[in-house]
């Protein structure tokens, strides 16, 4: 069984918190650093029946472009739809009608972002949106096939992006 004992703030930032957890488990005290992030949200576009809209943009973290589906962390006093509907049009300039797919932690062992990921369709084009000041982005328009496969031969390295991707395709049948 799993008690917490102690949780506090450890550090404050703009875009998330740390904190620093203490649970007792299996008898020991045991410590843990959490992230507090915002949820988020992330979007397949879907273009024609065929087409993906994806982003290639430079991630710090990875130090490399990576090629993922758009997304963003969910504003304060936004709903995760109309987070979405932002992010489309920050970083690929279109909105559409939304339907939800799934909810997925990006990282439960240390993180509580918790993403919604929908399914865009009926997409028009739009005047794209200002974009955030570490965003350079390029739009990338890929058959949904050629997503799937640099999903799987490791081209997509972006984990929401390749959970987002083949579940997409496992429930449209797209795989084949």
Not at 17 to 31: A, G, M, Q, Y
């Amino acid at each position: 069984m799993i008690k917490l004992v102690e949780s506090k703030k450890i550090y404050v930032g703009k875009r998330w918190s740390l904190r620093l957890d203490k649970f007792r488990f299996n008898d020991k005290i045991v410590e843990k650093e959490i992230v507090e992030h915002s949820p988020s949200v992330g979007m397949i576009p879907i273009l024609d029946k065929e087409y993906i809209l994806l982003v290639s943009q430079y991630r710090i973290a990875a130090r490399k472009n990576l090629l993922e589906i758009p997304a963003g962390k969910i504003e304060q006093g936004e709903t995760p739809r109309q987070a979405a509907l932002r992010e489309m049009a920050e970083e690929i300039g279109y909105v559409g009608k939304l339907v939800p797919m799934q909810k997925i932690y990006l990282a439960p062992g240390y993180d509580t972002e918790l993403m919604h990921i929908y399914i865009a369709t009926d997409l028009k084009k739009i005047k794209r949106a200002l974009q955030d000041d570490d965003e350079i982005i390029t739009i990338k328009r890929l058959k949904i096939s050629a997503a799937i496969e640099k999903c799987v031969n490791g081209q997509v390295e972006d984990s929401k992006s390749i959970t987002a991707i083949l579940t997409y395709a496992r429930i449209t049948s797209i795989s084949k």
